[in-house]
């Protein structure tokens, strides 16, 4: 079996702590991206999601306003609303075990980090995909 190194997404977009869940939106949709590892101080410190985003967002039925959500979601830092202890691998770890962690913890996504606990990629179910297209093709 293969490893998570060889289909991970390298060097992933992240964001600071400290910036806002507006930042986090836009930077999300830009780079067409659901999901990004938060840094502090160029250590990684957690995972920000379009769904957490979601839930944290004032629904529909609220009586503010666009511009009143925008403005508290300008001012709200991405560390109030992250996971602080996602789920992780290394890049060592094989295929079926990063897909059996995806599968029985219901995620998207896996961070992948070294053995000092640094980010070096996020193994997304588009990754795991690749590999599963790879692997039909070729037959192994």
């Given at each position: 079996m293969t490893?998570?190194?060889?289909?991970?997404?390298?060097?992933?977009?992240?964001?600071?702590?400290?910036?806002?869940?507006?930042?986090?939106?836009?930077?999300?949709?830009?780079?067409?991206?659901?999901?990004?590892?938060?840094?502090?101080?160029?250590?990684?410190?957690?995972?920000?999601?379009?769904?957490?985003?979601?839930?944290?967002?004032?629904?529909k039925a609220t009586s503010l306003d666009t511009w009143e959500v925008h403005y508290l979601l300008s001012k709200t830092p991405v560390k109030d609303v992250m996971n602080k202890a996602p789920h992780t691998v290394h890049p060592e770890t094989d295929l079926a075990t990063a897909a059996q962690a995806i599968l029985d913890h219901k995620l998207y996504g896996l961070c992948v980090v070294d053995a000092k606990g640094d980010l070096v990629g996020i193994m997304s179910v588009g990754d795991m995909l690749r590999a599963v297209v790879e692997f039909a093709k070729t037959g192994k």
């Open positions: 490893s998570v190194e060889k289909w991970m997404t390298k060097n992933p977009f992240t964001i600071n702590e400290d910036a806002s869940i507006i930042e986090a939106i836009h930077l999300m949709k830009e780079k067409g991206i659901r999901r990004l590892p938060v840094m502090a101080k160029g250590r990684f410190v957690g995972l920000i999601t379009e769904r957490m985003i979601k839930d944290y967002t004032p629904g």
